[in-house]
């Protein structure tokens, strides 16, 4: 990986792309075959020019002859794993075909101009230095505030998209100009001309096309401010993206960011959020595979309550993670109090009381482990690379934790099942006001927070994540070595072994962390009955959008054929989401944000039932998001 984060493309005129684009060239199209898309066939690269000669003459004709880039920006696949970047872990993502294009022309003031060939968003404008002083300027003294120091992580957690719309597009290319007008308040930072494309990332699908939003934006202020920026890393300026899209009101991590800026064609990512500076190793894809994108058509929302089962999540790792904190440092001193903590050899190895783990968590919090903790009570030395190498639950897993996988277990295990609000408050002595800004306060009918239920999860998705990249890599290795042959029995283990570790994943996902839902659930059953079938889940946050499945390579048609027939082509298989869209729209107060988001999410789920070929497609994995080089061309 390079370390600095530049762009080496000259800009053209936009008359000079088009001309290029309309043309018969090789040397394009196998550039975008190879070097872009890792697509060769013609037809699919011929869609390809055709999006990009659309958005360059909206462009043209909103600008004229400016200097021009072409810009493009993936959307992100999480084939394998979910959340870890969230909690320090490491996590392992691919960047789909499906792309957002952008035309962008820099402008010599702080005015940034939108516009967008979809008409779901609209045209829209605004100046940097307005937008930065209108959300410094929240008031940073009440009782929302309390003792918090004025930081950009605090700021977004209690004025998110201050002054601005709640989910208005507009805010997801705003968050880089405000993430970086924060961190250099002495840059007077330039604006642009920005024209949105045709995109082919799916939208509220679960593939992150919000982050690409992000991602690119970030590309149009480099590219605008090269000269006035200090030199940054591409490390850093993944970690800014993360934490740029806060603003918007999601709390998360950098993987998406990170995997779309950083991934190569046909390339997986293993992104690992667990060191102290962000590595991110590229992994080899398996052989004789296919993966097909299918979207379930239940839109993760916020009118459905999505962002809001982000947060709740969000809400499980942090609370859980500050319940672990307390009980180890709660452990510490109990053994520093009995002198085991020592480095006396015979102190330490002396016998220690039965029960004595249960009794401290009782005693101290006044909940149960969900079983006995026989090696955490038995071994002390456990407890030593417990306080030495436990940070977040992103290290439940043997190789950070230092500790056996059974003793991890028996970790996690020592978190109460659920933790109400209130429960939360008197632990951590918070208010209310402060449970609900750290954590997000659950609806009634979710109950409390389900810490342990997210810390097994993570345990889960560590251990996973661990096997997958072992068989990636032994199976690359011994093919590439001639000992085994890609059409052999005993590569073929390896991608069965590989689909089992991604239903493994969804049953996680939907038992543990709860953030799938019966459309995606039935989906996915219906997809396991079809042809070629290897494994399949949910991809994204959840709470709807797309599912990612696995299929054997030259099956990948009839298994979209059998989706069609199966899943998309019965009526019923809808009726439930109507009648959720329907309560939505009949219980929200008319011309309301959630009245016209519920005719929105029945229109687009009434326009993509009658384009299904649209709804489940094989995607190749692209590279990250870059600007076109048309030079050579």
């Known amino acids: 990986m390079r370390e600095l984060f530049t762009i080496d493309v000259t800009p053209m005129l936009p008359s000079e792309m088009l001309a290029v684009l309309k043309r018969d060239s090789s040397v394009l199209d196998n550039y975008l075959a190879n070097s872009v898309y890792a697509n060769p066939?013609?037809?699919?690269?011929?869609?390809?020019?055709?999006?990009?000669?659309?958005?360059?003459?909206?462009?043209?004709?909103?600008?004229?002859?400016?200097?021009?880039?072409?810009?493009?920006?993936?959307?992100?696949?999480?084939a394998f794993l979910e959340y870890l970047d969230m909690c320090a872990g490491d996590h392992m993502s691919t960047t789909i075909d499906g792309?957002?294009?952008?035309?962008?022309?820099?402008?010599?003031?702080?005015?940034?101009?939108?516009?967008?060939?979809?008409?779901?968003?609209?045209a829209s404008e605004f100046s940097i230095s307005a937008e930065i002083d209108r959300f410094r300027s929240a008031p940073w003294s009440s009782d929302l505030v309390g003792n918090l120091p004025d930081t950009w992580d605090n700021r977004t957690r209690i004025y998110p998209y201050y002054g601005r719309v709640r989910g208005d597009w507009v805010n997801y290319v705003l968050c880089p100009y405000l993430r970086i007008a924060w961190d250099f308040p002495d840059v007077e930072l330039l604006g642009g001309e920005i024209t949105f494309g045709p995109s082919t990332a799916p939208f509220r699908a679960g593939t992150s096309s919000s982050s690409a939003v992000v991602v690119l934006s970030m590309l149009c202020i480099y590219l605008s401010n090269r000269d006035r920026l200090?030199?940054?890393?591409?490390?850093?300026?993944?970690?800014?993206l993360g934490e740029a899209e806060w603003y918007v009101g999601t709390h998360g991590g950098a993987n998406d960011q990170t995997t779309i800026l950083l991934n190569q064609p046909n390339g997986v990512l293993y992104n690992r959020h667990s060191q102290p500076v962000l590595d991110s190793t590229p992994l080899p894809c398996l052989?004789?595979?296919?993966?097909?994108?299918?979207?379930?058509?239940?839109?993760?929302?916020?009118?459905?309550?999505?962002?809001?089962?982000?947060?709740?999540?969000?809400?499980?790792?942090d609370l859980g993670d500050d319940l672990m904190t307390m009980i180890?440092?709660?452990?510490?001193?109990?053994?520093?109090?009995?002198?085991?903590?020592?480095?006396?050899?015979?102190?330490?190895?002396?016998?220690?009381?039965?029960?004595?783990l249960v009794n401290l968590l009782e005693k101290r919090f006044g909940f149960m482990p969900a079983e006995y903790p026989r090696l955490l009570e038995s071994n002390i030395e456990l407890w030593h690379a417990i306080f030495?190498?436990?940070?977040?639950?992103?290290?439940?897993?043997?190789?950070?934790?230092?500790?056996?996988?059974?003793?991890?277990?028996?970790?996690?295990?020592?978190?109460?099942?659920?933790?109400?609000?209130?429960e939360a408050g008197r632990l951590l002595g918070k208010d209310m006001q402060t449970i609900q800004r750290d954590y997000t306060l659950p609806y009634p009918h979710e109950g409390g927070y389900k810490v342990r239920n997210a810390a097994v999860f993570f345990h889960k998705e560590n251990r996973?994540?661990?096997?997958?990249?072992?068989?990636?890599?032994?199976?690359?290795?011994?093919?590439?070595?001639?000992?085994?042959?890609?059409?052999?029995?005993?590569?073929?283990?390896?991608?069965?072994?590989?689909?089992?570790?991604?239903?493994?994943?969804?049953?996680?996902?939907?038992?543990?962390?709860?953030?799938?839902?019966?459309?995606?659930?039935?989906?996915?059953?219906?997809?396991?009955?079809?042809?070629?079938?290897?494994?399949?889940?949910?991809?994204?946050?959840?709470?709807?959008?797309?599912?990612?499945?696995?299929?054997?390579?030259?099956?990948?048609?009839?298994?979209?054929?059998?989706?069609?027939?199966?899943?998309?082509?019965?009526?019923?298989?809808?009726?439930?989401?109507?009648?959720?869209?329907?309560?939505?729209?009949?219980?929200?107060?008319?011309?309301?944000?959630?009245?016209?988001a519920a005719q929105e999410m029945m229109s687009n789920l009434d326009n993509a039932l009658g384009r299904i070929a649209e709804q489940r497609r094989v995607v190749t994995f692209s590279r990250g998001a870059c600007a076109i080089d048309f030079t050579e061309c």
């Open 328 to 356: 180890i440092l709660a452990v510490r001193s109990y053994l520093s109090s009995s002198g085991r903590l020592g480095n006396n050899a015979e102190t330490n190895e002396s016998p220690i009381s039965s029960g004595w």
């Open 388 to 422: 030495t190498n436990y940070h977040k639950f992103g290290s439940l897993v043997e190789d950070l934790l230092g500790i056996l996988d059974a003793a991890i277990t028996e970790l996690t295990s020592l978190l109460p099942e659920e933790v109400t609000p209130e």
């Open 41 to 78: 066939s013609p037809e699919y690269i011929k869609n390809q020019k055709s999006r990009y000669i659309s958005t360059l003459e909206m462009h043209y004709e909103l600008v004229g002859e400016r200097p021009t880039y072409l810009l493009r920006a993936p959307g992100r696949l999480n």
């Open 464 to 596: 996973i994540g661990r096997s997958l990249e072992q068989i990636f890599l032994e199976a690359d290795s011994r093919l590439r070595s001639g000992e085994i042959a890609e059409d052999s029995s005993t590569y073929d283990e390896y991608r069965v072994r590989v689909g089992q570790l991604i239903e493994q994943l969804q049953d996680t996902l939907r038992d543990d962390f709860q953030v799938s839902n019966g459309q995606l659930d039935m989906l996915l059953d219906i997809a396991r009955r079809a042809p070629g079938y290897l494994g399949g889940k949910l991809t994204g946050a959840g709470s709807g959008g797309c599912v990612s499945v696995m299929v054997r390579a030259g099956f990948e048609d009839e298994f979209c054929r059998y989706l069609d027939a199966e899943y998309y082509g019965r009526a019923e298989n809808f009726s439930h989401y109507r009648a959720v869209l329907e309560k939505l729209e009949l219980d929200s107060p008319c011309g309301s944000p959630e009245h016209q």
């Open 287 to 317: 052989k004789g595979v296919r993966v097909v994108l299918a979207n379930s058509l239940w839109e993760a929302n916020k009118a459905l309550g999505a962002n809001h089962i982000f947060n709740l999540r969000k809400g499980w790792m």
């Open 230 to 240: 200090p030199p940054i890393t591409i490390r850093n300026v993944c970690k800014l």
């Open 99 to 122: 792309d957002i294009l952008v035309a962008f022309s820099p402008r010599d003031d702080d005015i940034v101009r939108l516009a967008n060939l979809n008409p779901l968003f609209g």
